[in-house]
């Protein structure tokens, strides 16, 4: 079974930056999406950011040319950098993963996704 490790959260402040990873353990199919997910308290779970396993990626408009999510084939590890935070980017971010599929554009509702991590909190001072 798949599993995913999130980690990369911490504090920062506003206009900083944090990169979060999500490295993926057991053996994941040759195609297969993976996502980047955020909630805060009282709100839904938004996806933000989404990527198949040949590079090809979106971002949600929330986060356009702030946020970039990236592969490590290699690694087996994708990565969410978060550049030019708000107060309102801060949340607990999850990544997912959803395997044997290659599809396009990536999504970014969770419903669609299989595998998920614990998380890993984001915080941001103004």
């Known amino acids: 079974q798949v599993q995913l490790a999130e980690s990369g959260g911490g504090s920062a402040q506003a206009g900083g930056s944090v990169r979060l990873s999500c490295a993926v353990s057991a053996y994941i199919y040759s195609t297969y999406c993976m996502g980047w997910f955020r909630q805060s308290p009282g709100k839904q779970r938004e996806g933000v950011a989404g990527?198949?396993?040949?590079?090809?990626?979106r971002v949600a408009d929330s986060v356009k040319g702030r946020f970039t999510i990236s592969l490590d084939g290699a690694k087996s590890t994708v990565y969410l950098q978060m550049n030019a935070l708000k107060p309102e980017d801060a949340a607990m971010y999850s990544c997912a993963a959803k395997e044997g599929v290659s599809q396009w554009p990536v999504p970014l509702e969770d419903k669609y996704y299989t595998y998920w991590g614990q998380g890993s909190q984001v915080t941001v001072s103004s």
């Open positions: 990527i198949r396993e040949d590079g090809m990626s």
